[in-house]
């Protein structure tokens, strides 16, 4: 734990996300409270109780919570829509609207209105966008409960920041991808059917749309983003990648050649249906650049590469 009185929340801790914006702070010498839905973990790992109004008001002053990252949603695979998943997803994520993004607001206006709060929302925001690439300026028009949900988020900072004068900021996510995403979505799936095949060459594995493309963005660049931005001296919302698309194909092709490879040995069409994604979702990254000096890269190949590293327990950012 750092001698600076000062702290860093992470509200979402346990996810993709949480998990590597942890890392970079924890390496820049931050104390990083983590919670997650039912706990709220100190610096030291110590678990300080359900993470209650009182409780977060008590976080905030005693550790002058200087910086707030909310990172928490609730997002499936792009498999096709149920009525019945649909309706528990969208439930939880507006629980987590009202019981956790306005509740932390809440505690930061009344007691650590200094607080500069970031929330992670998404390109999704965009839905099918007529515009390529997208700006800060484009219009946002969800077409799935994720994005509605991400929407109506940002629209809440937006109110904290022009009503409540709070330094509340949202950063418009591409997709991203790192060793801690989760097995059931696509990218770790292709990179985990890589390694497998490279011990068991009657493995098989069913792709979709080898032919989708979409920004494959490293999730430790994406975060850097995010504290980047929050440490500007005014608050302003920005569009987080590197407007760099790769198709399905190539992450494929890059995952086996890892292991000495081709992955069509090893990958065949699968006929499940999915959630039909936008491929017009393209960032472009120049406010950020110009702002910050930096964007993530877009190099999926190197994100292919490093991830692999990782997870053979090689620590390569």
């Not at 990172?71 to 499936?76: K, R």
């Not at 306005?102 to 965009?126: D, N, Q, W």
């Not at 509340?168 to 059917?193: M, N, T, V």
Request: aromatic content about 10%.
């Amino acid at each position: 734990m750092s001698d600076s009185p000062y702290g860093k929340l992470i509200v979402g801790s346990e996810g993709q996300d949480g998990r590597v914006l942890q890392r970079i702070l924890s390496d820049e010498g931050k104390n990083v409270f983590r919670q997650t839905r039912n706990q709220l973990i100190s610096p030291t790992g110590t678990d300080l109780g359900k993470p209650t109004q009182d409780l977060l008001r008590s976080i905030f002053k005693d550790f002058q919570i200087e910086e707030m990252y909310f990172l928490a949603a609730t997002h499936s695979p792009a498999k096709l829509e149920i009525d019945s998943a649909s309706k528990k997803q969208l439930e939880k994520n507006f629980d987590l609207l009202q019981n956790s993004l306005v509740e932390v607001l809440e505690v930061v206006r009344e007691v650590s209105p200094t607080t500069r709060s970031f929330f992670a929302s998404s390109a999704l925001v965009f839905g099918e966008p007529n515009s390529v690439p997208q700006t800060e300026n484009t219009e946002s028009s969800p077409i799935e409960i994720y994005g509605l949900f991400k929407k109506i988020a940002q629209d809440i900072i937006t109110y904290y920041r022009e009503s409540h004068g709070l330094f509340s900021i949202s950063g418009i996510l591409y997709p991203h991808e790192s060793e801690y995403r989760k097995e059931q979505f696509l990218f770790r799936k292709i990179i985990d059917g890589a390694k497998i095949a490279s011990v068991d060459s009657q493995f098989k594995m069913e792709i979709v749309d080898l032919d989708f493309t979409r920004e494959w963005n490293c999730a430790y660049q994406v975060m850097k983003s995010a504290t980047n931005i929050l440490r500007l001296d005014e608050p302003q919302d920005f569009l987080i990648g590197s407007g760099k698309h790769e198709s399905v194909e190539k992450i494929c092709k890059y995952s086996f050649e890892a292991y000495g490879l081709d992955f069509e040995d090893f990958v065949t069409p699968s006929s499940a249906q999915l959630i039909p994604r936008s491929t017009n979702l393209l960032a472009n990254p120049d406010k950020l650049f110009k702002a910050t000096g930096n964007h993530p890269d877009g190099d999926a190949k190197g994100l292919v590469e490093r991830t692999i590293s990782r997870m053979q327990g090689a620590r390569t950012i």
